[in-house]
């Protein structure tokens, strides 16, 4: 089974629209997916568990706020033996979820590794200073790992659950979460092949990605992964 989680923090308008793009895309799949709210300050939680009555979906209350606490708490509860991660917004392309399953289902990879940034991908509607600002951060990533991959902080992935809790205990509390998961995974040396996704920028709803906010954070995580991968390398 595929178990896909969504977390959500004031997300009620997207609600309806996520069940039905789930519903309607993966009727193929034997899938779940887990609604995870996040200290939502209007009505998500309350029209979640009103709306998502098919039992292919599941809503979960965060206890711990931020989205490290969401993404344990859907790591937890999954029941699939595979684990995507996706957001509210819709911005990651359902189809490229399709290939991460049958990837992860037929090849003998511990995570498949989608980047917007590789030939083949497409991104639309990328806010600029974003683009600037994450094209830099993730070369940055790249030349401190010594690795080719280019889109280590986008959530859209997708692991097998038991590589997850192999490298539990997830640390971070924020949006550095994505950032942690497949840096373990690369460190670590699990199996991981890289693809190309495509991208959309939100038309509906606000981001709760703040760049400012994030910044220590996501340098926190860089140097906690750092000399992580580093101890590996001396005990070896």
Request: charged share 25%.
């Amino acid at each position: 089974m595929l178990s896909i989680i969504i977390p959500v923090r004031n997300e009620s308008d997207s609600l309806k629209g996520l069940m039905e793009h789930y519903s309607k895309n993966l009727s193929n799949i034997n899938y779940e997916v887990l609604i995870i709210n996040d200290f939502s300050k209007d009505d998500t939680l309350e029209k979640a568990k009103n709306l998502f009555k098919n039992q292919n979906f599941k809503v979960l209350d965060n206890k711990k706020k931020g989205l490290g606490g969401a993404i344990n708490l859907g790591i937890k509860e999954a029941s699939g033996s595979f684990v995507a991660i996706m957001m509210a917004d819709q911005s990651d392309d359902i189809n490229d979820l399709i290939k991460y399953n049958t990837l992860i289902n037929t090849g003998d990879y511990d995570a498949i590794l989608g980047s917007r940034f590789i030939k083949e991908s497409k991104v639309l509607n990328y806010p600029i200073q974003k683009l600037v600002l994450n094209r830099i951060f993730n070369y940055f990533v790249g030349l401190i790992f010594w690795n080719n991959y280019n889109d280590y902080t986008n959530a859209f992935k997708i692991y097998k659950k038991k590589t997850l809790n192999e490298i539990s205990p997830l640390i971070s509390e924020s949006f550095n979460i994505f950032l942690e998961i497949p840096l373990k995974i690369i460190s670590r040396k699990y199996k991981y092949k890289i693809i190309p996704i495509n991208w959309t920028g939100r038309t509906k709803g606000v981001s709760k990605f703040k760049i400012k906010e994030l910044r220590s954070k996501y340098l926190f995580t860089l140097i906690y992964c750092f000399i992580e991968k580093n101890l590996l390398n001396l005990k070896k």
